[in-house]
């Protein structure tokens, strides 16, 4: 006897997840329950016997869908809007069932050779260029901890630094890592400014194009320039002195796939390191992050070793020797399956799109007394505010949120708070917008 009917249980399954997508419009965007809701209605303890799937089923609707926030919801206006697309859905069922563990080549030849393809890929639609070796990590916040990790080796220094405005996981890794970061304060248009740092003693700085809160750009070309020209490296093989620059365009990384939108990618051919989320704003389900590095060999060094029992006449090529993992997920076969399903054509049009929405509400901000906008608006984000006390802000979120009908959140800039309203899933349209707009200011009003 097994499990579950593969078939049935299957069927049902998909049939779930077909019915959620169609309706996840109407549920409420951001989840109505409070903190241990959810604990308090499951067992404490796994059952002895078997249940049907059913049941798991059944439990799904009853019990965990009241407390989902719906990230599929045309309404996720929040942090960065992301989208699991239907491609990336099924490869996800797909990749399951095989269960590839590649921690060596020959342990699954097809996802380390689809990987090292469809990320190589990925590298030729962004522009970025030749030569550059490029795996796929979970999250960002791995892969700029495997390029601290690389730069550290490199340089045998121990300090990063990164703009006030670069993403937590920056100083997150660095921690992890013991090692002390410094963050340079921004310009007026919040990007990291670097003149007056000394770098000589700086393992890596980490410059982001499009940060967290206000999808600002740092000054990518300057930051490699200075980067490479302090300091000297220890390793004696190394080609050139310099402090490693790694690039995290973990949500904005994807505009590149539009030509217009490369003004942002201006000098990242000079980077040691790079990463980009397909899991933000190309379509692809979490997770799946992307590192690249012009290093590959140093890089290597850095992570390659290998036990007995994975050493193998073949000698062939194995990425758990570039990062801190040994087993990997079959992550490259949702991001084929994404980049085919799609194409680089509709992806454009889907980018494009979302910015045109983030300027449609820049639009309605800019002209009206009512609201103000805080930072440039760049790639799909808006930041702006309601006129009027902080305090009034942080109502205004918290009573917009609640309505169910749309999910933005919030940052600080200088102290002040700051409404954001970020576009990134693929249901999203003009109408989705407008109605953001209107709850606010419906609810602005009462
Ligand atoms: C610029 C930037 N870097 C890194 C991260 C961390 O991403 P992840 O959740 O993949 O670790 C984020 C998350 O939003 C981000 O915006």
Same mark, same amino acid.
């Given at each position: 006897?097994?499990?579950?009917?593969?078939?049935?249980?299957?069927?049902?399954?998909?049939?779930?997840?077909?019915?959620?997508?169609?309706?996840?419009?109407?549920?409420?965007?951001?989840?109505?329950?409070?903190?241990?809701?959810?604990?308090?209605?499951?067992?404490?303890?796994?059952?002895?016997?078997?249940?049907?799937?059913?049941?798991?089923?059944?439990?799904?609707?009853?019990?965990?869908?009241?407390?989902?926030?719906?990230?599929?919801?045309?309404?996720?206006?929040?942090?960065?809007?992301?989208?699991?697309?239907?491609?990336?859905?099924?490869? @996800?069922?797909?990749?399951?069932?095989?269960?590839?563990?590649?921690?060596?080549?020959?342990?699954?030849?097809?996802?380390?050779?689809?990987?090292? +393809?469809?990320?190589?890929?990925?590298?030729?639609?962004?522009?970025?260029?030749?030569?550059?070796?490029?795996?796929?990590?979970?999250?960002?916040?791995?892969?700029?901890?495997?390029?601290?990790?690389?730069?550290?080796?490199?340089?045998?220094?121990?300090?990063?630094?990164?703009?006030?405005?670069?993403?937590?996981?920056?100083?997150?890794?660095?921690?992890?890592?013991?090692?002390?970061?410094?963050?340079?304060?921004?310009?007026?248009?919040?990007?990291?400014?670097?003149?007056?740092?000394?770098?000589?003693?700086?393992?890596?700085?980490?410059?982001?194009?499009?940060?967290?809160?206000?999808?600002?750009?740092?000054?990518?070309?300057?930051?490699?320039?200075?980067?490479?020209?302090?300091?000297?490296?220890?390793?004696?093989?190394?080609?050139?002195?310099?402090?490693?620059?790694?690039?995290?365009?973990?949500?904005?990384?994807?505009?590149?796939?539009?030509?217009?939108?490369?003004?942002?990618?201006?000098?990242?051919?000079?980077?040691?390191?790079?990463?980009?989320?397909?899991?933000?704003?190309?379509?692809?389900?979490?997770?799946?992050?992307?590192?690249?590095?012009? +290093?590959?060999?140093?890089?290597?060094?850095?992570?390659?070793?290998?036990?007995?029992?994975? +050493?193998?006449?073949?000698?062939?090529?194995?990425?758990?020797?570039?990062?801190?993992?040994?087993?990997?997920?079959?992550?490259?076969?949702?991001?084929?399956?994404?980049?085919?399903?799609?194409?680089?054509?509709?992806?454009?049009?889907?980018?494009?799109?979302?910015?045109?929405?983030?300027?449609?509400?820049?639009?309605?901000? @800019?002209?009206?007394?009512?609201?103000?906008?805080?930072?440039?608006?760049?790639?799909?984000?808006?930041?702006?505010?309601?006129?009027?006390?902080?305090?009034?802000?942080?109502?205004?979120?918290?009573?917009?949120?609640?309505?169910?009908?749309?999910?933005?959140?919030?940052?600080?800039?200088?102290?002040?708070?700051?409404?954001?309203?970020?576009?990134?899933?693929?249901?999203?349209?003009?109408?989705?917008?407008?109605?953001?707009?209107?709850?606010?200011?419906?609810?602005?009003?009462?």
């Amino acid at each position: 006897m097994t499990e579950v009917d593969f078939r049935e249980d299957g069927a049902a399954a998909l049939e779930w997840a077909a019915r959620y997508l169609e309706r996840v419009e109407q549920l409420p965007v951001l989840a109505q329950v409070r903190p241990g809701e959810v604990s308090e209605r499951l067992p404490r303890s796994a059952p002895e016997r078997p249940e049907p799937f059913a049941d798991v089923l059944r439990d799904l609707d009853e019990l965990l869908l009241p407390a989902l926030t719906n990230w599929q919801h045309p309404r996720f206006f929040s942090y960065f809007a992301v989208t699991a697309s239907e491609p990336g859905i099924l490869a @996800e069922l797909i990749a399951a069932t095989l269960n590839q563990v590649a921690i060596v080549w020959r342990a699954s030849p097809a996802s380390t050779e689809l990987e090292l +393809r469809v990320v190589d890929w990925v590298r030729q639609l962004l522009g970025l260029p030749d030569g550059w070796h490029g795996h796929i990590e979970d999250t960002a916040s791995t892969s700029t901890l495997a390029a601290l990790i690389a730069a550290r080796h490199v340089t045998g220094r121990n300090v990063v630094v990164c703009s006030e405005h670069a993403h937590s996981s920056v100083e997150k890794d660095a921690r992890m890592l013991g090692m002390e970061v410094r963050k340079a304060p921004a310009d007026q248009e919040l990007r990291m400014r670097v003149e007056g740092y000394d770098l000589d003693d700086v393992a890596a700085v980490v410059a982001t194009v499009g940060t967290t809160s206000f999808t600002s750009v740092d000054p990518v070309r300057e930051l490699a320039e200075r980067a490479h020209a302090a300091g000297t490296w220890l390793h004696v093989d190394a080609a050139y002195a310099g402090t490693w620059l790694h690039v995290d365009a973990a949500y904005a990384g994807t505009s590149w796939i539009c030509e217009e939108e490369r003004w942002s990618a201006d000098g990242v051919e000079l980077a040691d390191s790079l990463t980009v989320n397909p899991h933000k704003w190309m379509l692809v389900p979490m997770d799946c992050s992307l590192v690249w590095t012009a +290093r590959p060999d140093e890089w290597r060094e850095a992570f390659s070793l290998v036990p007995e029992y994975l +050493r193998t006449s073949d000698d062939a090529y194995a990425l758990s020797e570039y990062g801190p993992a040994l087993g990997r997920r079959f992550r490259s076969f949702k991001l084929w399956a994404v980049l085919r399903c799609y194409g680089a054509e509709r992806l454009r049009a889907i980018v494009r799109e979302h910015i045109r929405l983030a300027e449609l509400f820049t639009g309605w901000v @800019e002209e009206s007394d009512e609201w103000e906008l805080v930072a440039p608006q760049r790639f799909s984000l808006v930041c702006f505010r309601r006129v009027g006390t902080d305090e009034e802000n942080e109502r205004l979120l918290e009573r917009v949120n609640a309505s169910g009908e749309i999910f933005i959140n919030h940052t600080k800039l200088d102290g002040s708070y700051v409404l954001r309203l970020a576009i990134g899933n693929v249901r999203t349209t003009e109408v989705d917008v407008r109605r953001a707009w209107e709850v606010l200011n419906e609810e602005a009003r009462r």
